[in-house]
């Protein structure tokens, strides 16, 4: 069982940043795949970003190149994903979640990955 909490969240203008915090307790963090992703209103869950569980290399959706950026820091059991340059279609609930089957390249669909978090909000005002 995993058990993940993210933060960070919050009202942002245009053009600002933000870093979320995705915090897990229970099994071997370290040992799993993390992604992240996102929904809006009206919207279905997509794909934003993950971290693979050796050497920590970052895949990105293409939508999230250049301004999404996933870190993890094994020790505190938390990954990040920094966003700048927020648009208002960045305004989503975001989520992480865990992958248990550390397969790589990491999986970006959403019935791909085994626990969730409760997700953050980010809103981004124009």
């Known amino acids: 069982q995993v058990q993940l909490v993210e933060s960070g969240g919050g009202l942002v203008q245009a053009g600002g940043s933000l870093r979320l915090s995705c915090v897990a307790s229970?099994?071997?963090?370290?040992?799993?795949?993390i992604g992240w992703f996102r929904q809006a209103p009206g919207k279905e869950r997509e794909f934003v970003g993950a971290?693979?569980?050796?050497?920590?290399?970052?895949y990105y959706a293409d939508s999230a190149k250049g301004r999404f950026a996933i870190s993890r820091d094994n020790d505190k059991n938390t990954v990040y994903l920094q966003i700048d340059s927020l648009k208002s279609e960045d305004t989503a609930v975001y989520y992480c979640?865990?992958?248990?089957?550390?397969?790589?390249?990491?999986?970006?669909?959403?019935?791909?990955?085994?626990?969730w978090g409760q997700g953050t909000q980010v809103t981004v005002s124009t």
């Open positions: 979640a865990v992958e248990l089957t550390r397969i790589l390249p990491v999986r970006t669909t959403v019935d791909e990955y085994d626990y």
């Open positions: 229970g099994r071997a963090f370290s040992s799993y795949n």
């Open positions: 971290i693979s569980w050796s050497e920590g290399t970052t």
